[in-house]
């Protein structure tokens, strides 16, 4: 089974990028649940065509108590993609990392893998690794693979290295490792140079170069993803190419 | 408000579920909590403490190691204490405050194991959940890393599991123990109470597991799922229904059913007297009042148990106080049989024949806990 996570700075495009990979994984056969790990709770809407999903923590914020089935926190999307939100607490209030522990538990205790029987696990998670909660996707049993996306802005940059730091913290634990940089272009001056010179620094290589497209903000608009919207354009054709790769891993196993 | 007690006390806690679960097996316990006392967890909940040392420590968690996530000082202190005193497991406990970090039990049991080279287990306990589900955990965990293939015994081997201080009076293991050998069979290991670790490795001689509460029950299960040995539960309560758990043992350990687990079903009646308890506990009870005295008993089980135990309040576990009251005030019973703090929500015109539980209402009536395996009961509930 594909199993990763996706971490990244705020506002880089972990939610783009994990939606778009989720769909080219989907249309590639695979079955596919993507998990947002952030309170924002909108890592799937673009699965959902603009139709969000009632997240974990606001099912149990309204009804008092957890739900007993899957479908009462999940909504499919395109590819029969299972959506699912963890939420949080109101910004400012409460602990959104606990949030994302007690989703996690929830859902074991709803046996969705056992349920679902997924081809692949995507966890978009919030900005950087804050706390044990926003570590929590990449413990073992979870997340075997980080991607981390990132373009060639500075504090773009300065974030995917945190990451990658907090990720290799845990080297003695099994936790999941990182897998490759995902290039989320911004068409910054030099930008393919910088990440280059990161990467190679980091010892990690850059898996997907996405290309900074109308075609995302057009699709996005209509509340969709690009794979879905154009599945021929080049963005799309990245994505699937990036899918493809993951595929081909998990086969080798 | 819902769930929230105003008269009756909580369950003890999973945290003194895994202390008691494995007080006797030579391990060490870290509950990694603040403070530095472990007395609600030994004293409160533990009468062995008083004569019988076991190592349950506490990790005196600071705030700044809270908030930094220093999960260094509890590895390093773990493998420090353990090079002094040579335990044979470590078992690593939660509390509320680790909780809310996140703490990652299962890998840092795992550094601890590497570095100490002492086999290392989390436990996912928080201190909010009742002493069922941490004994429930510490006993599967034993199971899991110590029970090996080893070559059937003669006889019919079995083991109990599922016996700590918690939910049965000291001596209930000698009682068991006794039961089992007029019955023309061979104790191999008492999980939680009466057995070493030596005879835990022993577990897998056996032919027959006897559950005797739900605490018992994930062991059972993965002895059964891994070694097929079957699994009865049921306490030899009384003496009628004694003998029958003794022939269903028996008919057990030759027939190896290891597809299901038959527990006491005398108990999923509509009787007029109430036993309020653990589930294997009380629903044993409610059968040896049947078998002995023929009263038709049925139970409340306000704990976690399997969902047959909640057939006879209607398939629902009844355990909040404002439940447990509405529960009782529509049925009227004649008598209920339960804990003497349970008084309170007894209605008035219902009998009320007081059987302490440790869990409860903790040592205040630890000497009135009778125990009543293979003895006479009419006495005590006539």
Redo the contacts between chains.
């Keep these: 089974m594909i199993k990763l996570a996706i971490y990244g700075k705020g506002g880089i495009g972990k939610s783009t990028c994990t939606s778009n990979l989720s769909a080219a994984l989907a249309k590639l056969g695979k079955k596919v649940i993507q998990i947002g790990c952030d309170p924002k709770a909108d890592s799937t809407v673009n699965l959902l065509h603009g139709d969000p999903v009632l997240p974990v923590m606001d099912y149990m914020r309204i009804h008092?108590e957890e739900p007993d089935r899957i479908e009462q926190i999940s909504k499919i999307g395109y590819g029969s993609v299972v959506c699912i939100e963890t939420g949080g607490p109101t910004p400012g209030l409460g602990?959104a990392?606990?949030g994302i522990?007690t989703t996690f538990s929830l859902l074991e205790q709803l046996e969705l893998f056992e349920t679902v029987k997924p081809d692949a696990v995507l966890y978009d998670v919030l900005g950087d690794v804050v706390?044990?909660?926003f570590?929590?996707p990449i413990?073992?049993g979870y997340a075997e693979k980080v991607l981390i996306v990132t373009s060639g802005e500075k504090m773009a940059l300065y974030a995917a290295n945190n990451i990658n730091s907090a990720v290799k913290n845990?080297e003695?634990?099994?936790?999941a490792k990182v897998r490759g940089i995902i290039m989320n272009r911004r068409d910054v001056e030099g930008e393919e140079e910088k990440v280059g010179v990161f990467a190679k620094k980091a010892g990690l290589p850059v898996i997907a170069d996405i290309p900074r497209s109308r075609e995302i903000i057009k699709y996005e608009d209509m509340g969709m993803t690009c794979v879905e919207g154009d599945p021929e354009c080049e963005t799309s054709k990245r994505f699937l190419a990036l899918a493809q790769l993951l595929i081909d891993e998990d086969n080798r196993g | 408000m819902?769930n929230v007690s105003r008269i009756l006390p909580l369950y003890t806690a999973d945290t003194s579920g895994v202390c008691s679960a494995l007080y006797e097996l030579g391990g060490m316990c870290v509950i990694h909590d603040a403070s530095g006392c472990n007395s609600t967890y030994t004293t409160h909940d533990e009468p062995r403490w008083y004569d019988r040392r076991s190592q349950v420590f506490i990790s005196a968690l600071t705030e700044l190691d809270a908030i930094m996530?220093n999960d260094e000082r509890l590895i390093s202190d773990c493998v420090s204490a353990a090079a002094d005193l040579h335990p044979a497991f470590i078992a690593l406990c939660g509390s509320p405050m680790p909780?809310?970090?996140?703490?990652?039990f299962?890998?840092i049991a795992?550094?601890i194991r590497?570095r100490s080279g002492i086999p290392t287990f989390g436990l996912h306990t928080n201190g909010t959940v009742s002493y069922v589900e941490g004994a429930s955990q510490a006993f599967e965990a034993v199971v899991r890393e110590f029970v090996r293939h080893v070559p059937k015994r003669e006889g019919i081997g079995v083991n109990i599991l599922g016996m700590t201080p918690l939910d049965f009076p000291l001596g209930s293991d000698g009682s068991v123990k006794s039961w089992l050998s007029a019955n023309g069979m061979e104790q191999v290991c008492n999980l939680g109470m009466g057995s070493t670790l030596e005879d835990v490795k022993q577990m897998a001689s056996a032919r027959v597991n006897l559950v005797v509460s739900h605490t018992g029950r994930a062991a059972a299960d993965y002895l059964r799922k891994y070694f097929d040995i079957p699994c009865i539960c049921g306490v030899p309560a009384g003496k009628g229904f004694a003998d029958s758990l003794a022939s269903q043992l028996r008919a057990a350990a030759e027939s190896s059913i290891t597809d299901r687990a038959i527990i006491p079903e005398a108990c999923l009646g509509d009787g007029d007297t109430v036993v309020i308890g653990e589930s294997v506990y009380a629903s044993s009870l409610c059968a040896a009042l049947k078998a002995d005295m023929g009263i038709d008993a049925s139970l409340l089980c306000p704990l976690p148990a399997d969902d047959r135990y909640y057939e006879s309040t209607g398939g629902e576990r009844v355990y909040a106080e404002e439940d447990l009251e509405a529960y009782l005030r529509e049925k009227m019973p004649g008598t209920v049989i339960a804990d003497p703090l349970y008084k309170y929500v007894i209605p008035e015109g219902t009998r009320h024949i007081e059987l302490p539980h440790l869990a409860f209402s903790g040592r205040t009536w630890q000497r009135s806990i009778p125990d009543l395996i293979n003895t006479d009961i009419k006495e005590l509930f006539k």
């Design positions: 008092d602990c990392g606990r522990i706390c044990g909660g570590a929590a413990r073992e845990f003695d634990r099994s936790y | 819902k996530g909780m809310m970090t996140g703490v990652d299962d890998a795992a550094e590497g």
